[in-house]
């Protein structure tokens, strides 16, 4: 039985103030008090893991023993199928110092050179940990292709290159609230509130 959030305070072990709002943005309907890991001064550790889940824990464990409350973590990127899942936990990196996913996304059309195979997919991986070392990890995942040039001004990172399934066009031209629904962070926090927040708002 997974351990559940039992109220009060959770610290968002993230940095990257995008980020940090949007998972504020998806725990609004569960009543949780949110605090920034930047707000209380903890530092950010370095993501030294071959993993998505051993990321998202690294941050939520580091947060959750400096903060002395639980604390949730969120790792994620794209993966190509026809570079063996390529860029994944490098997938921020990719873009430099600079953050430029303009480039990011033009080295990964570079190394596909013309591949016939343009399957590729997103993960998210959440990891809610509690000071006393405990771990409750979840994933999810959006399956997809890419396509060039780039589309749409919306989102961020990777998505004027990804189309999921089922649909014409890139994250990039989509809504967020529809990109909300199908995205890979939805599905990761799906299940996680399943487990930990009570279902349903
Ligand atoms: P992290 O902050 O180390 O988890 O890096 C996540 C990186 O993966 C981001 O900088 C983006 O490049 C990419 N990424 C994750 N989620 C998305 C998404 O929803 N759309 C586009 N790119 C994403």
């Not at 959030?5 to 998972?23: C, Q, T, W």
């Not at 490098?90 to 343009?118: C, N, T, V």
């Not at 589309?151 to 890139?170: K, L, Q, S």
Request: hydrophobic share 45%; proline share 6%; net charge neutral.
């Amino acid at each position: 039985m997974t351990r559940r959030f039992a109220g009060g305070k959770l610290v968002i072990a993230s940095h990257n103030p995008g980020k940090a709002r949007e998972i504020a943005e998806l725990l609004a309907p569960y009543g949780v008090a949110v605090t920034m890991a930047g707000a209380l001064g903890l530092a950010e550790p370095e993501e030294t893991g071959a993993t998505f889940a051993d990321n998202a824990r690294i941050k939520a464990l580091a947060a959750a023993k400096g903060s002395g409350l639980p604390s949730l973590a969120d790792d994620s990127g794209l993966e190509v199928q026809a570079l063996g899942g390529r860029p994944g936990v490098e997938s921020a990196r990719l873009a430099g110092p600079a953050k430029d996913f303009a480039l990011a996304m033009r080295k990964i059309e570079d190394e596909l050179k013309g591949a016939r195979d343009r399957r590729a997919n997103f993960i998210c991986a959440l990891a809610l940990c509690w000071p006393d070392g405990e771990c409750a990890a979840f994933e999810g995942r959006v399956d997809g292709t890419l396509v060039w040039p780039p589309r749409g001004a919306r989102g961020f990172g990777y998505d004027p290159v990804f189309v999921a399934n089922g649909h014409a066009i890139t994250f990039g031209e989509m809504a967020p609230e529809k990109k909300h629904a199908i995205s890979h962070r939805a599905d990761a926090f799906r299940k996680l509130v399943a487990a930990c927040f009570g279902g349903a708002p």
